[in-house]
């Protein structure tokens, strides 16, 4: 059974930058598209952004142009390079494949803030 960790999380002033990975231990994501969900108070999680198996990528409009999503096979890693972040941004973050297959993990938590 495959087990996500994300971490990277934090409070940042908006326009800064934070970088989250997640990790995925027991077995190997390689074949798995990939994507970052976040879930902000009172709201449902969704998709901000999406990665291949072949390293195809795609984001949600209010991202689009601040968020990079990469993956490091070799690490079994999924990551996310967040900049010029904004306030609505805030939320937990989390990974899993594109269609939910997966466990949550914890997830991550990010506060965007002055």
């Known amino acids: 059974q495959v087990q996500l960790v994300e971490s990277g999380g934090g409070l940042v002033q908006p326009g800064g930058s934070l970088r989250l990975s997640c990790a995925a231990s027991?077995?190997?994501?390689?074949?798995?598209?990939m994507g970052w969900y976040r879930q902000a108070p009172g709201k449902e999680r969704e998709l901000v952004a999406r990665i291949t198996s072949d390293y195809s990528t795609g984001y949600t409009d209010s991202v689009k142009g601040r968020f990079t999503i990469s993956r490091d096979n070799a690490k079994n890693t999924v990551f996310l390079q967040m900049n010029n972040l904004k306030p609505e941004d805030t939320a937990v973050y989390y990974c899993n494949t594109l269609g939910r297959s997966l466990a949550w993990g914890q997830g991550t938590q990010v506060i965007v803030s002055s």
């Open positions: 027991g077995s190997r994501i390689t074949n798995n598209h």
